[in-house]
C-alpha cells in the first residue's frame, strides 16, 4: 500500500521550522557581533554590561517566539509568568523536554543568569551570546556553585535545569546534582516551572526536521515559590541534603507533567 501523504501544513511547517532555525542562528551571529560590543563599550561596569546584553536577548527571544507563532509552526499557553518577573535573587527550575524551553523562559524574564551545559560554548553561534550576557557554564565544579550564589546575592535571577540536558520522552526524568547543590547552598525559596510539549518534537531523541503531523503546542506552568529548608538539615552533608533536594524537584516535575496531561 503506498504511504499516505503529508498534509500541505506539514510541508510547511517544516520550511518555516528550517527558515526559524536560520533566522535564530543569524540573528545570535548579528546581536553578538554587532550589538553586543556596543552595550559593553559604553557600559560602566561588566555587570551592567551583562544585564544589558541579556535585555537584548530577552527581547530577541521574544521575537523569535511571536515569530513561530505566526508562522503556525507553535502555540503555546502560558500561566503563571508574572511568578517569573517578581522578586529578586531567585533560583527558577524547569523541567526540560525540548530544544525551545530556554527560548521560552528567556522571553519572559526581563534580565536573568542562565545555566549552560558545556556543549552550548563550542556552538560558534552561540559563544560569544553566553559570554556577552554572562552566563554561567555548568561543567565547571569548583567555582560553578560559588559563581551561582554570587549571582543570585547581586538579586539576580537565575535559571537553572537540573536534567542538564533534554529529555527522552518515554524514560524517566534523570536530574543531576547542579541545580540541588545550588538551591541548598543558597537556602532560599525557588520558583520550579513545568513544561510540556504536544506533539512530543524537539527533544533529545528528535531531530528538528522530525516535526510532527501537526504543530506544537507548548503549556508552560509557573508555580509558587517553593521553600527548600525543610529538606535540610543542619550539618549534614552536601551530598545527602542533594539527594532529597532532587527528590523533591522529581515529585514536583511528575506532579507537574501528570496535570498537564490530564487536564489536555
Known amino acids: 500500500r503506498a504511504p499516505r501523504m503529508k498534509p500541505l501544513n506539514y510541508y510547511w511547517r517544516l520550511v518555516a521550522t528550517a527558515f526559524s532555525y536560520a533566522v535564530f542562528g543569524l540573528g545570535a551571529l548579528f546581536i553578538t557581533l554587532a550589538v553586543f560590543p556596543v552595550i559593553h563599550l559604553l557600559a560602566f561596569s561588566r555587570r551592567r554590561a551583562n544585564r544589558g546584553c541579556q535585555y537584548v536577548v530577552h527581547l530577541t527571544f521574544r521575537f523569535f517566539i511571536r515569530m513561530m507563532t505566526v508562522l503556525g509552526v507553535l502555540s503555546h499557553d502560558i500561566a503563571g509568568a508574572q511568578k517569573l518577573r517578581d522578586g529578586k535573587g531567585k533560583v527558577i527550575v524547569a523541567n526540560h523536554p525540548t530544544l525551545l524551553d530556554i527560548v521560552f523562559l528567556v522571553s519572559l524574564l526581563p534580565t536573568a543568569v542562565c545555566v549552560v ?39 539576580n535571577k537565575l535559571l537553572i535545569f537540573p536534567e542538564a540536558t533534554r529529555s527522552v520522552p518515554g524514560q524517566p526524568i534523570t536530574l543531576k546534582r547542579a541545580a540541588a547543590s545550588v538551591i541548598s547552598t543558597y537556602g532560599k525559596r525557588f520558583l520550579s516551572v513545568i513544561i510540556t510539549c504536544n506533539p512530543p518534537s524537539l527533544s533529545k531523541a528528535q531531530r528538528w526536521y522530525d516535526i510532527p503531523d501537526r504543530k506544537m503546542h507548548f503549556r508552560i506552568t509557573v508555580g509558587d515559590s517553593i521553600d527548600p529548608r525543610p529538606a535540610m538539615i543542619e550539618g549534614e552533608e552536601l551530598s545527602k541534603t542533594n539527594r532529597r533536594i532532587n527528590a523533591m524537584l522529581r515529585e514536583l516535575f511528575l506532579a507537574g507533567i501528570e496535570e498537564h496531561e490530564r487536564s489536555g
Open 117 to 155: 551545559k558545556k556543549s552550548a560554548w563550542s556552538n560558534p553561534f552561540l559563544a560569544g551570546l553566553l559570554w556577552a550576557t554572562g552566563y554561567i557554564r555548568s561543567d565547571e565544579p569548583f567555582a560553578f556553585i560559588d559563581d551561582c550564589v554570587r549571582i543570585l546575592e547581586q538579586n
